[in-house]
């Protein structure tokens, strides 16, 4: 990828057209230019606007040129509900330190406080957007930064909401310390590929914290998913990095750390994956390597469903979950090599810090628990413990080649 280069590229040719254009423009209530709208009419390409503390009543905001608008001391564009803010169909566009409120809403238009159509070389840092329907809408465009926003939502059913950040047939954009939240996603992607997801906080979404879907070379890294419906879900994607991210507390009936659907060839390492209904379900993916993440006090750690082959899980953590995997097959094609898991009971008599018994980490209970959900009521019954220990003994239900031969003895150390 080329995001810094692009990026220094993007700055160094705004700063040389605001050097040849030498235009600054002020916008306030007792200036000469009182509307942003007004700024944008007169102002050459290269020119700087600077908007002063206010209100500002504007909506379907055009910017068809190169400028940046720069809020100085946080003013407030007011949409009222009226549709999008600002519309940007021009290359080489900054937007930065606004507070954009009250987008509009409609059930056939995608209203966003940022829309951005068919443009490269854009920044949009430092705004706070409220009230949003959605907060930056980027369609075929390519080559950005995204960063430092804040932006929220207000509405409580999936249907009427919109996305925090939602990417669409996009490339090489970087989204970084952005704060999401009270929406539908807080990040979107839907063919948006070669992009990178930094350090941003995602959180009380109704749906997901992150949504990838049909988007191939991206990463996320150092990303706080907490308390979403669910916590981030990558679909029909290839070469996904994801590091050092943290899934907290995504708990309900269907919720999830991280959903895996037809995904391949991705790598998921250092994560801490911790209090979710499902720590990880995975359905139909493929060559991904599972290495140093902690799963922590999980109702499932990891869910593997149908079609999962050649999946590699090294170096994990497996810390009180109630089930560290489950299984729907008898049919086993990944491999479990040198986790620790704290179920494990087994010794260690050469003491090297490797168990001299292999675990197997599915428990009879899970596949009973798959059929008769209702049963988990007996989770901690005598009667379950029986027939787990049965089963570990002399594997009739479980994949027999389904175990770590090198269960670690000692935590982990991330």
Known sequence: MKLASSHILFLTILLFCRIANGQQIEVCEGCKVTSIKKALQIAAAGSTIIVKSGIYTENEILIDKPVAI??????????????????????????????????????????????????????????????????????????????????????????????????????????????????????????????????????????????????????????????????????????????????????????????????????????????????????GSTRIEYENNDFIKNGWAIKVRGACYSNHFKANNFLHNSFDLSYNSKMNDNTFEGNYWSNYSGYDLDKNGIGDVPYRPVKLFSYIVNETPETIVLLRSLFIDIIDFSEKVSPVFTPDNLLDNQPLMKRIQL
């Open 70 to 283: 720069i809020g100085q001391d946080l003013p407030t564009v007011d949409i009222q509900n009226k549709g999008y803010g600002f519309v940007v169909k021009s290359d080489s566009v900054e937007i930065s330190g606004l507070k954009i409120i009250n987008v509009g809403q409609s059930f056939t238009q995608d209203y966003a406080a940022i829309y951005l159509s068919r443009c490269k070389n854009f920044k949009i840092s430092e705004n706070i957007l409220e009230e949003v329907t959605f907060g930056i809408l980027v369609e075929k465009s390519h080559y950005g930064h995204i960063a430092a926003n804040k932006i929220s939502g207000s509405e409580t059913q999936e249907a009427s909401a919109g996305n925090g950040i939602h990417l669409w047939h996009s490339s090489n954009v970087e989204i970084s310390k952005n704060e999401v939240f009270s929406l539908r996603d807080g990040i979107y992607f839907e063919f948006a590929d070669d992009c990178k997801v930094i350090e941003n906080y995602s959180h009380h979404n109704l749906r997901y914290g992150l949504h990838f879907m049909f988007s191939n070379r991206d990463e996320y890294h150092k990303n706080i998913f907490v308390e979403n419906g669910a916590g981030v879900a990558v679909m029909f994607s290839k070469f996904i990095s994801m590091t050092q991210n943290t899934f907290y507390k995504n708990w309900g009936t269907a919720s999830y750390g991280i959903l895996l659907k037809e995904i391949y060839d991705a790598e998921i390492r250092n994560n801490i994956i911790k209090e979710n209904t499902i720590g990880i379900h995975v359905e």
